[in-house]
């Protein structure tokens, strides 16, 4: 029997109430004591703390009944606690009733069990705690701010720029970002600050103890600072920023959900600010994002139901002729009447909105202008998300296909923006589309980088002159020249010229005589609705301006 003992793998003692009677030899190697020294020592000895009565006097209960598991620290000679779990059950035993207490070594278990409770509780790629870790300590910071009667202060800190990394390096370079990152983010904590990572490329902040509010807005400059430095992902160099929300409780917020949502929505007026920068909560932004919110329900309800409208405002030639017309979406609101595309527009590139609505867009005024005089086209905005989400030439090519419209009609007016997010593919997309018939004209031209590479290597048909420079060219000198020199340098490269924003004689007379191929105003004529474009575009007459 001993030799049975012996052989298993856990740690077995004989004891009768708190006295050792007996033990095999892996409690002695678990203990590091030798027979005799156990059998000295008392139960209650063994442990950090003693286990139960229960099993202490378990010699009393009815045989073979086994006593509910127990988990303690044993302690080795040297002083090493063990983390074990404990049974004990009445046995005969010599001389009357004993307890056999079998004492299993749960290391590796309780180990494994901590990891788990890690995982569940921290991020697997930084190792910073998650949104439930986050809860918890959030909800303890607010309740010891309260008793102590100060204030405590949460950043909420989204990245700006990660997703192009992550789209031109890949995901590996993007995890490999994130670490860095969180590093650098740590290394401006005090000790008692804490942060976490909520996902993606999402961190939050909490400060225990702050004694002016200016302190917590400090701390949100020097992340913004830190962040300046590239970082470098295998061999190439990345640059991201950051924009920051923050909020103080318990102004901003005595509970954990009340203060995020406070630092999140400062954070999102940072980034509505022009990124890159901290913006502190203030009551009312949590109303303008709620309007926010209803606008955004609102044109999702309107783009499925097409209660959006176009209007067309006409282009003219130098003659007085018109050549075209430029579709311009318009959203008349049942309640809050007519919204302003530079409302909505924005909104709907941020949601991703944009991509349904320019199909819907395209799709209108290709099946409006096809039924129109042969001689007059239709220009159509195209939007920087468009191009990063769908394939524009199919999407081109088959709503042409679907209205009969000529390809040659249609002109497609893209941005600098769309052509600095990434150069090979939009000159690629450039000459696509004129592949297949269409005209491909640069908008806003003078209003961005301009770079004059751009109407050199891309095979544009027009340039749109911006009407920033357009209003003010009558008055001011410079704007004067520099509108002169976009026309004949377009000239000299064989590319059209239009002038957009005409609102004055003056400025009509100026452009005219300098030879500008197209006007287009208020002063020549005004969006209007289809109805109206349609009856002037199947009209034979010549539309002369105003």
Not at 14 to 29: P, V
Not at 84 to 103: F, K
Not at 256 to 261: D, E, P
Not at 512 to 529: A, K, N, Y
Request: aromatic share 6%; net charge negative; hydrophobic share 45%.
């Amino acid at each position: 029997m001993r030799h049975l003992a012996d052989g298993t793998f856990e740690g077995i003692l004989i004891h009768r109430g708190s006295n050792i009677i007996d033990a095999n030899e892996r409690i002695l190697e678990m203990t590091g004591l030798d027979i005799e020294t156990a059998k000295k020592r008392t139960i209650e000895e063994l442990f950090v703390e003693p286990p139960s009565v229960e099993i202490l006097n378990n010699e009393k209960a009815e045989t073979g009944i086994v006593s509910a598991p127990q988990q303690l620290e044993l302690v080795s000679a040297t002083g090493r606690c063990i983390a074990v779990e404990i049974l004990s059950r009445s046995v005969p035993y010599v001389d009357g009733q004993a307890s056999v207490l079998a004492v299993r070594d749960i290391t590796e278990r309780k180990a494994a069990e901590e990891h788990i409770r890690f995982l569940a509780l921290h991020d697997s790629l930084t190792s910073l705690p998650n949104r439930r870790g986050l809860e918890l300590v959030l909800t303890q910071v607010l309740n010891q701010t309260r008793l102590a009667g100060g204030q405590s202060a949460v950043l909420c800190l989204d990245l700006d720029g990660f997703k192009a990394v992550n789209d031109t390096l890949g995901h590996h370079a993007g995890d490999m970002l994130l670490k860095q990152v969180a590093h650098r983010f740590q290394a401006e904590l005090r000790d008692g600050d804490y942060i976490a990572r909520l996902g993606g490329d999402e961190f939050v902040i909490v400060l225990r103890a702050v004694d002016e509010i200016s302190d917590a807005v400090a701390l949100a400059r020097r992340i913004i600072a830190c962040l300046w430095r590239p970082f470098e992902l295998s061999g190439h160099d990345a640059y991201v920023g950051v924009s920051i929300g923050v909020a103080v409780s318990p102004r901003d917020g005595d509970n954990a959900v009340s203060i995020l949502k406070s630092a999140d929505i400062a954070m999102y007026q940072a980034k509505q600010g022009g990124k890159g920068q901290a913006c502190e909560f203030a009551s009312g932004m949590d109303a303008a994002l709620r309007e926010r919110h209803d606008i955004e329900l609102d044109l999702r309800a309107a783009l499925s139901r097409e209660e959006l409208a176009i209007h067309y405002q006409p282009l003219f030639d130098i003659a007085g002729s018109i050549t075209g017309f430029e579709a311009l979406a318009r959203w008349p609101h049942p309640t809050r009447g007519m919204i302003p595309p530079d409302r909505f527009i924005p909104l709907a590139e941020e949601t991703g909105l944009i991509v349904p609505l320019g199909e819907w867009v395209l799709r209108t005024a290709c099946s409006t202008a096809a039924k129109w005089r042969s001689d007059i086209s239709i220009a159509v905005n195209l939007s920087p998300i468009q191009f990063q989400r769908v394939d524009l030439v199919e999407m081109v090519t088959r709503i042409l296909s679907e209205t009969g419209l000529d390809p040659v009609r249609l002109e497609l007016e893209i941005t600098e923006s769309l052509l600095m997010e990434d150069t090979a593919k939009a000159l690629e997309l450039v000459r696509d589309l004129r592949n297949h018939g269409v005209r491909v004209a640069l908008d806003d031209f003078g209003t961005g980088y301009s770079s004059l590479a751009y109407l050199h290597n891309f095979p544009f048909d027009k340039v749109k002159v911006d009407r920033s420079f357009i209003g003010k060219i009558s008055n001011d000198p410079n704007a004067w020249t520099i509108v002169e020199a976009i026309i004949l340098m377009s000239h000299k490269l064989n590319l059209r010229v239009t002038a957009e924003g005409i609102e004055t004689g003056a400025q009509l007379s100026l452009l005219t005589e300098r030879g500008c191929d197209e006007m287009q105003g208020f002063l020549l004529g005004r969006p209007m609705p289809e109805e109206e474009a349609s009856a002037i575009a199947r009209d034979h007459r010549i539309v002369a301006p105003a």
